[in-house]
């Protein structure tokens, strides 16, 4: 059973604060690790993605890769009240035909306060 | 450049019933995947549509069913509805033979609710 783990939070920075947002993930052979942001009642939105081990900054984002410790992390630098939201981690694998399909954590909620 | 569509946007059914949702990838997409998204949890995956045939499948019952057409939009179809059914149902695209390394873009979901 592949899974992807996150804290549920609620995560609460000040605003100008760097948010670091942390997943977990159970199946070694995954290849490929997205990080999308969900405003309440909307759908997810496509932050960042991320391939290979070591760090991809886009902006006051930075993801984070580590596949010897199954530990993937989004970091937001100069965070604003419009940055929250929750936070998704989701992974795919190439193993077993599974190309394509995206297994999800349940989500960080993020709170960035005034 | 449209980016996914989704309709309609909210739904209320009765158990027992049957519903059919819609899809039109981003402009320049030909995968297409439907996840559901229950109330405070992650997208859970339901099946994948690649050149009309379904490619892969979630571990959902064969009451959830798809289509895709030739030009490239999709369908979700979901029979005798259970009060467990009601969730965010979401519709992502991409492009190209289905690959775990394709970004995928999100609709802006319907919402199912079941009575």
């Known amino acids: 059973q592949k899974e992807v783990e996150q804290n549920s939070g609620p995560l609460s920075v000040p605003e100008g604060a760097i948010a670091s947002l942390n997943c977990t993930y159970s199946d070694r052979g995954s290849q490929s690790f997205f990080w999308y942001r969900q405003y309440s009642g909307k759908s997810p939105e496509l932050i960042m993605s991320?391939?290979?081990?070591g760090d991809k900054e886009d902006g006051r984002f930075t993801a984070q890769l580590n596949k010897a410790s199954q530990y993937v992390s989004l970091l937001i630098r100069d965070s604003q009240p419009s940055d929250s939201a929750t936070y998704l981690c989701a992974v795919s694998s190439p193993e077993g035909g599974s190309q394509g399909n995206l297994i999800f954590g349940k989500g960080t909620k993020l709170s960035v306060k005034p | 450049d449209a980016g996914v569509t989704q309709s309609p946007t909210h739904l209320i059914k009765t158990r027992g019933q049957q519903v059919t949702l819609r899809c039109s990838p981003k402009?320049?997409?030909?995968?297409v995947s439907w996840y559901q998204q229950a109330l405070g949890q992650g997208p859970q995956f339901i099946f994948q549509?690649?050149?009309?045939?379904?490619?892969q499948r979630g571990n959902f019952p064969d009451r959830f069913s798809g289509h895709q057409f030739p030009n490239y939009s999709s369908e979700l179809n979901v029979n005798a509805l259970l009060l467990g059914d009601s969730a965010l149902y979401l519709c992502?695209?991409?492009?190209?033979?289905?690959?775990?390394?394709?970004?995928?873009?999100f609709g802006p979901g319907t919402r199912l609710t079941v009575l």
């Open positions: 991320i391939y290979s081990n």
């Open positions: 549509y690649y050149e009309e045939e379904e490619r």
């Open positions: 402009s320049g997409h030909d995968t």
């Open positions: 992502a695209s991409t492009w190209g033979e289905p690959s775990s390394y394709n970004e995928q873009f």
